[in-house]
C-alpha cells in the first residue's frame, strides 16, 4: 500500500501516520520527494483497510497496490478453473451455450422451446421461476410450481438448468431443483444472498450489476468462494450506459481484463447487453471472439405473449442460425461446446 | 401508448397489431403519416405492458405516454406528502436533518456523537448495524446488539432512530427497535426486501441505486406504497459517474425532477454522494436550495477509528458550523428543521 | 413527428399548437385517449425542428419518428458502401488494416514500423503530424514536415496513409499529402472542420466522440456528406466508462447499430477503446466478428520511447500474431482483407 | 510520481527502469514490499510524462502524485483569481449574471429581452452568433451581423457581451466585438481553438466538455493561460448521464471540487445541465449555494420562436422571479452581483 501525504503535513502528523501503519502491524518506508512525500507500506496489506488510512489527518490518498480479492484472483489459482455443471463443462476450452426463455412459461411452450435450442446445440437450459420485476404489478414469476416444470423439462431434453433465486428464503428450494443458480445483475451487491449461495454447493452464474466495476464484481464472486463454493461463472451483461439505442452497453472488454485477473470462467449474456434480436447474434460472436467461455440467450418462440422480456428474444429457427456460426468461431478458437451429459464430445464440433 | 411501426410493415402486420390491441381491451386509432404509421392506444394502459406491445412484429417501437408508477405519482396525491418519524416530520415545509456514524460504534463513542449531532440540530440520529460491505474481509457490523445501542443512545438524547436492513429475515428484528427503515442504496432493485419493508407499518427511507435512473426510484417506492405503507422518504446519493475526483456523482436535479413528479419527499446524502469531507458542506447547502426536504450526513468523531466509511465521515465542530448555515439557508427557503418530540418550534429556527 | 400535450392542456393552447403545426407546412391527426391528447402530425417531418413545436405552451414532448439524417441512412442508400482509399477498398465485404505510431517519429522509425505492418498485413499506414494533447507542455506533433515523411514511407512501403488534422487550416496541406483524412473523437463535434474535409475529395476517418451516442456520430457524417464529400469511414473507439480498468468503454455492439442504421463502413479501433496492450488482440477479433470492417491499431517497435501513447501501442511482432487471427476471422466471416494497389487478391487472404 | 513494478518483474527489468529514470533527470527512490516492489521518483515530475514510464517493461502502473495543471492550480495562485470583463467582475465573491436568448435574434427581439434582463439584474449579456448545431441543417448562426447587433444591444443596456467562437479564423472578428468569448462545450478539447483565444486579451469563458472530468477541464483551462491569457472564468453546463429525464446530468459537486483545486472563478449554466425551463430554477439556487461565482442562463420571451433551443429557455417574467431569490441566497452567502460599470454597488443588492 502506498500512502500519499499532503503538500502541508506537519512532523506531528506524519510521526502519528507512521505510528498508526506500526500498530497495524506493518513497516514503514518513508519517501521524502521534491514536492511529495509518500510512504511505502511494506507487509501483508489485505489485512488492512485502505479507508482506515485514509482518514488520518495529514493523508491525501492510499493506494492498494494488491487487488482486494484473494480467492477469485490468479495469484492464487493460475490455471483456469473448470466449472461442472451436472456434466456440462465451463471453462478451460469448454463452451456454455445457455438458452431458455426469460420466465418459465406454460409446459407445452417449455418442451418446445427446450427441444429447439437442444438440437440448435444449446447445453444448459434457462428460465425463470422468481422474477425481478421492476414493476409491483408486472408478472412476478410462478415459484416452486415453476421450478419444477424446468427440472422436468431439463430432465425430457437432456440438459441441466440453471435458475435465478432472489430471496435468501428461498435458497434451499431453488438448490433443490436446480443445476445452477442464478444471481441476478440488481443483486450482485446484495451480499446477504451471495453468503447464502456461497453455502450451497451448487455452480453459480453471478452476472455483473449494471454500474458494478470488474473490481466489484470480482469481489461479490469473492463473498461467495469465501464461504466455501469455488463454482462461481461470472457473466457481463451489458452496464448503464447513455445512448438509449441499445438497453445496456455492452462491455465486451470487461471479458478480457477479467481474463487477466482471474481463474473464473466467464461468459456474456448478449440478450440483456442489447435488448434487441437483432444485436444478439453479432454480440454473441463477438463474445466468444474476445474469450468468452459461453453464451447465455434468451429464446422465445412467440414472443409477443412471452410472460417477461419478450421483445429481446431470439426466434428457435435465429438461434440454430446462430449456433452454427458460433461452433464455427468455436473451433477457429481451438475450443469446442460442452458436450451434454451422454453426448459423445466429437459428435457436438 | 403510442405504437410506431416499421416502414415496412404489410397490411397483416398491421391488422395483427390493432387486432392485439382490442384483445387487450383497448381501442386503436390508427394514423398514416407520409412516412410511418401510429397508433395511438386509447384507454388505460397502465392495465398492459408496452414490452409485450413491443415484441409483435411490424412494431418499431412502443412508447408510454403515463408513468408507469400510481402511488408515488403526484396524479394520484397531488399535495406534498409528509412522513411522520416518531414526531419528526418530513416534508411539506419540514426539514430532517439525519445525522451519525455509518457503522454503530462502541457506546461511550455512539453517546458522545448522538450529544454533538442533536446539540447543533440534527432531529434524527443514524448508525449501522447491518453493513453491506464491498469486502466479505469486512466488518460487516454489530447486529442486533447494535441495534439495542442504537435505540438506546436515540433514547437517551431524544431522537428517533433510523438503521439499514439487507435480509429480508431481519426485518421484524429492525422493526422492533428502529423508528425509520433504511434501504440502501445496492437494495433500491431488491424487490423481495422492498415488498417485506412495505408490509411494515414504520417509515422507509429509500436510497436512489448507483444507476437508477428517477423512474426507478419511482418504481422502487411503488413496490413499498403497494403493500400498503405509504411512508417512504427517498434520498439522492449519488450516481455513477465518470470522473474519480469524487466517489459518485452528485445529481442534485434529481430532487427537482422527483418535485414535479411525485409527492414523495426526497431527501440528500452530500456524505455517500462525494466521498470528501471537504465536499460535504456545500453540497448539502446545495441540496436544501434545489429544494430537498432534508440531509443526511454521517458525523465521527475520530475518523480514523471508524468502524467503516471514516475517510467520508464529518468532524462534530464541522457538522455544528455546517448546521448554522443549514438553518439560514432553511429560512431564506421558507422551511424549518422539523423539531423533535418535546422540542419547542420556534427554538430551532 | 408525434406531439403528446400536456394534462391539463387548455383548449385555447390545443388550437394553438394545431394552427403552429399547419403554419409549418404539416397536417396534423388529433387523438384524444383517455389519459393524454396526442397529435400524430404528417408531412415531411424533416422539414422542421421538433425543438419549436416543444416549446410552444401545453406541449408535454415531441417524439421525432425519423432519423434526423437523411444522407447517411440506409434509407438514402440501401446498400452497404465501399469507399476506395487510393486503392484500398472499406466495406462490403473487404476490411481496411490501418496500423503505425500514434505520432509520426523519425525516419528509421518510421520505415522499420512501415516495413513491419506491411509484412504484417496492414493495408493503410498511419500517423499523426498534428496530434491533440491534453496537456499543453505534451508533444504537439511534427506538422508538415511529419506529413512529409509519412508520404514518404507510405509510398515506399505501399500503402495509402490516414492522418488526423484538427485546424480547419491545414486541411489543404493535409489533403495534399494524405490518402485519408482523420477527424479525431475530441473533433466529432466540430461542425467548423467536418465542413471543411466535406469539402475535400478525399476519404475521411470519422472517429466517434467519447460521449457521442449513435445518432450523433450518423450526424457528423452527415455534415460531411452534406458538403458533397461521400466518402466517409466511421471509427468505434471506445466511449467515457464508469470502470478505469480500461482507458475507454469499448462499445463493440455499436457497429451492429450503425450496420442497421447506415450504409457507411464502420471500423474499429481497439488501442484507443482499451488503452492497454494485452487487451487490443481480444478486442481487434470482437470487432471483426460483430460485422466492423477493418481495425485501426497503434504499432511501436519501442513504446517507451514513443512520441505519444506509448504504453498502448503494440509491438509488430505481436500485430504480426494478431493479423494471422484476424486473416483466419475474416475468412470465416466471408470477409477479406482488401489488398492494397498493386498487390494480388489471392495473395492476402 | 510512483512507478509500481510488475509482480513478475526480473532484475534486468528493474535496472533497466532505474536507469531510464535517471535518464530523465530524476531520482529513484526503491522500496521492496512482500508482494510489490515501488519506486518513489524523486524530482520535478511535470518535467516528464507519465506516459513514457507506464510503456516500460516491467511497469504495472505509474502515478503521478502532482496535478497536471500548473497555472490553473492553486499551488501557482492561491487566492481566488477575480475576472474583470469591461467592469463586471467574476469571482473573490463577485458574481456574474449572464442572461440572453440562446442565439442572436432580430433587433426588436433582443432589444427586449435585453431590457427585461438587465433590469432583473443581468450584468452580462449573451447571445450566439456562431452556432454548434448537431444537424448541418439547422440554422447556423447570423455571423458578423449577429456579432454587431450584440454588442449594439449590449451597450445600448449598460452590459457587456459575451458569445461563442466555433472556428480559429473567427477569433479576431470575435474579438473585435466581444468583452468575453466563449468555448462551448463540444469544444472543449479543441487545443487549435484554445490556443487561439489564449492569445487574445479578452477573458475566456470555458465550458465543461460533456465527458470531461475535472482535471481535463482544468488542462483545457491551462491552455489558454500557457498563451499568456489569465483570465480564464470555468462553467458546469452538465455532463453526459444516463437518465434521459434530464438534458445532461448538472455535476453540481464540480464547483466545489474546482475551488478545492484551483484560484480559477467558475459559473454554472443550469440551462444546458437540465434542459428543462422548471428545474433552471432549483438549479440555480443550487450553483449559488454550492460555491459557484456565477449563473449562465438563456432567456427567451417567445420561446416557440426562438432560432435555437427554445424548451429550455426562461421567460423574461421567471427569470425575474429567480433574480430575486438568487440576490437572497448571495447576500446568505456573503456575496453580490457585481454591478455594470456605471452602476452604484449598494444598489445591486
Excluded: W
Aim: proline share 7%; glycine share 10%; with cysteine.
Amino acid at each position: 500500500m502506498i500512502i500519499i501525504l499532503q503538500n502541508e503535513v506537519s512532523e506531528s502528523q506524519l510521526s502519528h501516520v507512521l505510528e498508526r501503519v506500526e500498530q497495524l502491524g506493518l513497516k514503514a518506508h518513508l519517501s521524502r520527494g521534491t514536492f511529495r512525500t509518500i510512504i511505502g507500506v511494506i507487509g501483508d496489506e489485505q489485512k488492512i483497510s485502505a479507508e482506515s488510512l485514509r482518514a488520518i489527518p495529514g493523508v491525501l490518498e492510499v493506494m492498494p497496490v494488491l487487488p482486494p480479492y484473494k480467492l477469485a484472483s490468479k495469484d492464487a489459482h493460475p490455471q483456469p478453473s473448470v466449472v461442472n455443471v451436472s456434466g456440462v463443462k465451463i471453462g478451460g476450452g469448454y463452451l456454455a451455450m445457455i438458452a431458455g426463455p426469460c420466465a418459465v412459461e406454460e409446459p407445452e411452450r417449455m418442451h418446445n422451446i427446450a427441444k429447439a435450442v437442444r438440437t440448435a446445440g444449446a447445453n444448459i437450459f434457462r428460465g425463470g421461476a422468481y422474477k425481478p420485476r421492476t414493476s409491483p404489478y408486472a408478472f412476478q414469476g410462478h415459484g416452486e410450481d415453476g421450478l419444477k416444470l424446468l427440472r422436468e423439462v431439463g430432465d425430457a431434453h437432456g440438459m441441466p438448468i440453471v435458475t435465478e433465486v432472489m430471496d435468501p428464503r428461498c435458497v434451499e428450494t431453488v438448490e433443490r431443483y436446480a443445476d445452477m443458480i442464478q444471481i441476478g445483475a440488481r443483486n450482485m451487491q446484495n451480499f446477504v444472498l451471495l453468503t447464502e449461495v456461497g453455502r450451497t454447493r451448487k455452480p453459480v452464474l453471478l452476472k455483473r450489476g449494471m454500474s458494478a466495476t470488474v473490481e466489484d464484481l470480482l469481489m461479490s464472486a469473492e463473498y461467495i468462494l469465501s464461504q466455501g463454493n469455488p463454482d462461481v461463472v461470472l457473466c457481463e451483461r451489458g452496464v448503464k450506459g447513455f445512448d438509449k439505442v441499445t438497453r445496456n452497453l455492452y462491455d465486451v472488454a470487461s471479458v478480457a481484463v477479467v481474463k487477466g485477473l482471474s481463474h473464473l470462467p466467464i461468459i456474456v449474456d448478449p440478450s440483456h447487453a442489447t435488448g434487441k434480436p437483432a444485436l444478439i447474434p453479432p454480440c454473441a460472436l463477438a463474445g466468444i471472439a474476445v474469450g468468452a467461455d459461453g453464451v447465455h440467450i434468451e429464446v422465445h418462440d412467440c414472443p409477443e405473449k412471452a410472460l417477461s422480456d419478450g421483445p429481446q428474444a431470439l426466434l428457435p429457427h435465429k438461434y440454430a442460425e446462430l449456433m452454427v456460426q458460433l461452433k464455427g468461431l468455436a473451433a477457429l478458437m481451438g475450443k469446442e461446446i460442452s458436450p451434454v451429459p451422454g453426448e459423445k464430445l466429437a459428435a457436438t464440433v
